[in-house]
């Protein structure tokens, strides 16, 4: 006889008979990485309400659930018109949960899906909105940490609502997140946040300005299918810089360009930073009511602050130009190839190979003998006398003060074996130069060489060193063991 094993009740199915009592669980309207949202019927005040729900799965790990509990009880005291509220945090059996206000709108990405970029008059209401609701919650040592268009509602009073408060954590609480451990979603993650550091309300400024980011030019500066790769974009990557058109369009991302500095302390230091540098173009989007009404425009970015794509040589004091050489050295040091053991393999051999190839065609360029091929049926009535020779020599071209000389010449013409005497020097010219000169003696050097070929290609290094600058006059003088004299002269442009 074969058992039938029961099959598993649903997460919908478990949340509907655990608050059966209180609510009526309707569909599910969200997903995010640690809940579930489902849209309830509250029976005893007939309302509708939203229902967030930690996965059963979850519900074995204390952390999980502590963590969950205490950020739900955190975020339930936020009272501000851009959070949504959050009405009871409670537990049944083994369903932990939270009601919140049901908002009736549609969520800031299905706006970006349907119009790819937003009015710079709107992404500025919508940055300053957004911005007032944290400026709230950094106050009361709340960090949202999951900034996205996703958690970003725009309701049916045209308010612009910030969700999912689920997974702020109160600054002054951090033992309940373990080390190391980096909650988020990357495309929308502070540099600080992707490596897993502590985080203040700048994290979220980071976040909001990828937001605003994506609403002015319809993508985020860093997404890809690799979430280890955007993160190590967000740590180092230079932000890209989009083509605008229009004074507005300019005047916004000059905010968020500050906003995505890589270093917390370039960013504006508050969100009401932002809203103060945005409230004259989010006035004119027609619905930023200015939450923050004690805020005035006179609140500064800090001036000074440097943005991660601003050159270098535009810096103009001396502070600001140290500290983006520092950036510039961090980003450096950050850089995933930089630890990539195959990029320097390449590297290497690449280094090695251009290195071969160039004393390669150095060696076939500067020792490859210039003489003419003799030629046996014209030197044939020479036969039983001395063989006829010349020399030719390089023209050295300019030449350094205190580098040694290089001297390159050809004999041409004697038969193997045969030995010659070789003189190089190199004079000053004009008697007045030779007189007024340092050093007045030539520099003179003798070699006693033999003749392995008709064709034979000589290199010879002069200690010119101590030769000031001037015109010299390179003799190149050889004699054979006939005492046959061959000569050539050149001249050479010492310079300092």
Request: charged share 25%; aromatic share 6%.
């Amino acid at each position: 006889m074969t058992s039938t094993r029961p099959s598993r009740q649903s997460d919908s199915d478990l949340a509907r008979e655990a608050l059966s009592a209180d609510y009526e669980v309707g569909e599910e309207i969200g997903r995010g990485g640690m809940a579930v949202v489902y849209r309830a019927r509250e029976k005893g005040l007939e309302r509708d309400v939203a229902i967030k729900i930690l996965p059963p799965q979850f519900t074995f790990d204390d952390s999980f659930v502590q963590r969950f509990q205490r950020e739900a009880r955190i975020a339930a005291g936020l009272e501000h018109p851009n959070i949504v509220p959050i009405y009871r945090v409670g537990q049944s059996g083994e369903v932990i949960y939270l009601v919140m206000k049901l908002l009736r709108g549609r969520a800031l990405s299905e706006r970006l899906r349907e119009q790819g970029v937003l009015p710079p008059v709107e992404v500025a209401r919508v940055l300053a909105e957004v911005a007032s609701a944290l400026a709230y919650a950094a106050k009361r040592g709340v960090v949202h940490r999951d900034v996205k268009p996703d958690n970003i509602m725009l309701d049916t009073d045209d308010r612009y609502i910030v969700t999912d408060f689920g997974i702020a954590r109160s600054a002054a609480e951090g033992q309940l997140t373990s080390t190391g451990m980096s909650v988020g979603t990357p495309r929308y993650m502070s540099p600080e946040q992707a490596r897993a550091k502590p985080l203040d309300g700048r994290s979220d400024i980071y976040s909001l300005g990828v937001v605003g980011y994506e609403c002015l030019t319809g993508r985020a500066p860093f997404d890809g299918d690799d979430p280890m790769a955007v993160l190590l974009a967000h740590i180092s990557a230079p932000v890209p810089r989009p083509s605008l058109s229009g004074d507005d369009a300019h005047a916004v991302y000059a905010v968020i360009e500050r906003m995505l500095a890589k270093d917390p302390a370039d960013r504006p230091q508050s969100a009401d930073a932002v809203i103060a540098a945005l409230a004259p173009l989010a006035s004119r989007g027609g619905g930023f009511t200015g939450a923050t009404a004690s805020v005035t425009a006179t609140v500064p970015i800090r001036a000074r602050s440097l943005s991660p794509t601003r050159p270098l040589h535009a810096v103009g004091d001396w502070k600001q130009r140290l500290a983006a050489a520092r950036h510039f050295v961090v980003s450096l040091r950050s850089a995933p190839w930089l630890r990539d053991r195959r990029v320097w393999t390449r590297a290497s051999v690449a280094v090695g190979l251009l290195t071969a190839s160039y004393y390669a065609v150095h060696f076939a360029t500067m020792h490859r003998s210039r003489c003419v091929p003799v030629n046996a049926v014209a030197l044939a009535p020479s036969i039983g006398k001395a063989a006829p020779f010349t020399i030719l020599m390089d023209a050295p071209g300019r030449h350094d003060e205190g580098d040694d000389l290089d001297v390159y010449y050809d004999v041409c013409g004697l038969a193997p074996g045969t030995s010659y005497t070789t003189r190089v020097s190199v004079t000053r010219n004009g008697l007045l130069n030779r007189i007024a000169g340092r050093s007045a003696k030539p520099v003179t050097e003798s070699y006693n060489e033999s003749a392995g070929s008709a064709a034979v290609r000589r290199h010879r290094t002069l200690d010119a060193s101590d030769l000031p600058a001037g015109q010299y006059t390179v003799s190149l003088i050889i004699t054979d063991a006939s005492d046959r004299v061959r000569e050539r002269k050149t001249t050479v442009d010492i310079q300092r």
